[in-house]
């Protein structure tokens, strides 16, 4: 992670690396793009790395401090999901969402939560055909009744993808 910065004097542009990325416990290949917070810091998804080599959450801060909120696959036949490779979406609370491309009750992907300062939550773990399989790189939406809303690659009634809504819990 770098930050550009832009000196007017110079009228130049310098590089300033944030933090780099070790693999194992802090994450490895940030696919997804970034989401800031009210204070500035970071938030995004590793797609491996961490604590079990399935993927992160993590916070970098402005000073470049690095924090991992949660290692995927920390349960048992990894139904808390593996693999994260969508950017995460924030509500007005600081709640982290997002979905993971495998894992779940059938290794076929969810769509977790991950509460400011808890433990992440599996809001839907999808079963393939008929309500999808494999969730998208693209970022959920959300609603104001608090419904998040993405697509899947594959599943659905035909197996050509499937959008779908979950309901907050």
């Not at 079990?52 to 690095?66: A, L």
Request: charged share 15%; net charge negative.
């Amino acid at each position: 992670m770098f930050e550009l910065v832009y000196s007017a004097k110079k009228k130049t542009y310098t590089e300033q690396v944030l933090y780099r990325f070790g693999g194992n416990p802090d994450g490895d290949t940030p696919y997804a793009g970034l989401i800031f917070d009210k204070l500035g810091n970071l938030y995004g998804t590793t797609i491996y790395g961490g604590a079990n080599g399935y993927g992160t959450v993590f916070e970098v801060t402005t000073g470049g401090v690095e924090s991992v909120l949660y290692s995927f696959c920390s349960q048992p036949s990894c139904t808390d999901g593996k693999y994260p490779a969508a950017p995460l979406l924030q509500d007005k609370n600081g709640n982290l969402y997002s979905t993971t491309g495998e894992g779940g009750t059938s290794n076929m992907g969810t769509v977790f939560e991950l509460p400011t300062g808890g433990e992440e939550k599996v809001l839907w773990s999808f079963t393939g055909p008929p309500d999808g399989r494999g969730p998208s790189q693209g970022a959920l939406v959300q609603d104001k009744k608090g419904n998040l809303y993405g697509s899947t690659e594959y599943g659905g009634t035909n197996n050509f993808g499937a959008v779908f809504k979950v309901p907050p819990k």
